[in-house]
């Protein structure tokens, strides 16, 4: 017992330390981090926050990031939830093609995208604003969300729905208040999911957006090339972006593992 | 099973107007961009397969393409062997398998820049706590921007400590949907760890891992972001996977029609070789 709970313990170790190297190195100074080698900051500073938290093109970078990830969960979640059902209840015509490319839409390398992405936005109008890019999130977080969605409806008896329809529920009326509430871990979990995919998304969010909507990601990116070394600024704003998901994945803690798997064990 | 009913197209349609109005137009831009030749300035003639043939034949494709398979298998062979030894040695219940969970969920949840970036930072040979333990401490030679191995190593620990946890959250999954009378009774038999884990453990986990490795598969393969932060795709041409060089003939020359072709084959494997497992996964749902 001892032995095996070793493995895990290293594990977690090794994910820990690139991320303490990045905590650590926010609170340096940038003559200290340039100077050498150093474990642990040897004189303690929080200027990279501060930069961060009073400077509005780093703050609004992180508004706009979570601006455009709220949009496209609420999306991906709502246009979701009603496909997943079908996929789950109905057989129709073409319906296992449709599941199919619809997972295709996750295949796609975004860098085969990027550029007609651009075209596409810019044609419809919408280059620039939150919107853009949280339906460009769609593409990968909506097929996402339809297969972790059916996986769990699937694992509800179908006696629910036919007792609730006998007992003359309408079928909007039995969807909202009986049959989401019965599967709402699974709609956390989907939620989240969608939530971490289109976080961690960089090239369309920094494609589709120049000023208004630009994601905090991209900031940092070019802080990185025109600052020239200030590592100490940039291991900040990294440590920012993993505030968010640590937060979310709080919520969703004991239906990590089942999630992970899509609802499907 | 299920009911047979066309209305179910209806709750559906919502799905289908928003994904195709996100896949479709913008691939068939890319169809459109790979049989015409362009000089700027909007023109456009008509090409034929012409970049088709010539991608295909090109070294310089090859020379990705080879890189990009590497990449991939090292990532599986390394990742699925690794993420279920860890998950078969997670405690099942009690108040550290949240702790565990999120901790190893985290990874995943840094934007890939973020994580590029740091793991940069990380690197560094004389400043990073990585770079400088192997230079100064263990006194290896180790300068990822000179070596081409060295960088080789860094992207692949890079994704190794980036998504094992998938691998280990989907097998954990699957182990603790075991009931605990399987191993009271294998215990009974006298059965053996490896028969356990041959009989009881492996078959229970096929479908979740049947889902890693396609997951891995398709991300690993698409990887762009987080090895262009770190190395930018050098020393010299050695970590350009084919995302990176699709970029860099899109939008660093421009060469919109040959990049279209490149993108479409890529996505013709991806697609052909996700295919593959995803009838293999199909299969087990129905047994």
């Not at chain 1, 990279?48 to 970078?61: L, S, V």
């Not at chain 1, 990830?69 to 979701?80: C, E, K, L, P």
């Not at chain 2, 081409?148 to 860094?154: L, N, S």
Request: proline share 5%; charged share 10%; aromatic share 16%.
């Amino acid at each position: 017992m001892q032995k095996r709970s070793l493995v895990p313990i290293l594990y977690i170790f090794f994910l820990m330390l690139p991320i303490y190297w990045l905590v650590a190195m926010s609170f340096k100074t940038t003559n200290e981090i340039l100077s050498g080698f150093s474990l642990f900051p040897q004189t303690f500073t929080l200027e990279a926050y501060k930069t961060i938290f009073t400077d509005p093109t780093w703050y609004w970078g992180y508004i706009n990031s979570i601006l455009y990830v709220s949009i496209n969960t609420v999306i991906s979640i709502t246009v979701a939830l009603p496909a997943a059902y079908a996929f789950s209840r109905y057989r129709f015509l073409g319906d296992k093609q449709l599941f199919f490319w619809l997972l295709t839409n996750r295949m796609a390398p975004a860098a085969v995208f990027a550029l007609p992405f651009f075209q596409l936005y810019s044609a419809v109008g919408i280059f620039d604003t939150h919107l853009a890019v949280a339906l460009a999130h769609c593409l990968f977080n909506i097929p996402l969300a339809v297969w972790i969605l059916e996986g769990f409806m699937g694992g509800v008896p179908k006696e629910l729905d036919e007792t609730a329809f006998v007992d003359g529920y309408s079928f909007p009326r039995f969807f909202v208040s009986i049959f989401i509430p019965t599967i709402k871990a699974g709609v956390g979990v989907a939620a989240f999911f969608c939530f971490m995919f289109s976080w961690v998304e960089l090239l369309l969010a920094k494609t589709l957006t120049a000023v208004a909507a630009k994601p905090i990601a991209a900031t940092m990116t070019k802080t990185a090339s025109s600052a020239g070394y200030e590592l100490g600024l940039l291991a900040a704003a990294g440590t920012l972006t993993i505030v968010p998901g640590a937060i979310v994945i709080y919520f969703v803690r004991n239906y990590i593992a089942k999630g992970f798997a899509m609802g499907r064990v | 099973m299920k009911t047979e009913n066309q209305k179910a197209w209806f709750f559906v349609l919502p799905v289908l107007l928003l994904v195709a109005f996100n896949a479709l137009i913008p691939m068939m831009t890319v169809v459109n961009y790979s049989v015409q030749e362009t000089f700027g300035d909007n023109l456009f003639f008509w090409e034929g397969l012409g970049w088709f043939e010539q991608i295909l034949r090109s070294d310089r494709f090859h020379a990705a393409l080879g890189r990009q398979f590497m990449f991939t298998a090292l990532i599986l062979i390394i990742e699925v062997p690794l993420g279920i030894a860890i998950a078969l040695s997670m405690p099942r219940k009690g108040f550290w398998v949240p702790v565990c969970l999120v901790l190893m969920a985290l990874p995943m949840l840094i934007p890939w820049n973020v994580v590029g970036a740091m793991w940069n930072i990380f690197a560094l040979p004389d400043i990073g706590l990585l770079g400088y333990f192997l230079n100064h401490v263990l006194g290896i030679n180790y300068d990822m921007t000179q070596d081409p191995v060295a960088a080789w190593v860094t992207i692949i620990t890079m994704d190794v400590w980036h998504w094992t946890s998938l691998v280990v959250l989907l097998a954990y999954a699957g182990l603790v949907s075991i009931p605990d009378a399987y191993y009271q009774a294998a215990k009974i038999d006298g059965a053996s760890n490896w028969s356990v884990f041959r009989f009881i453990q492996l078959p229970k986990m096929k479908n979740v891992l049947t889902i890693a490795i396609l997951l891995r598969f398709m991300d690993s393969f698409n990887i762009y972001t987080e090895p262009f932060v770190l190395t930018g795709g050098g020393p010299g041409n050695s970590t350009t996977l084919l995302s990176i060089d699709l970029v860099k003939i899109a939008l660093g020359q421009f060469d919109l029609g040959p990049a279209a072709a490149m993108s479409l084959i890529y996505f013709a494997i991806t697609l052909l070789v996700s295919w593959l497992f995803y009838t293999l996964m199909t299969k087990d749902d129905l047994n």
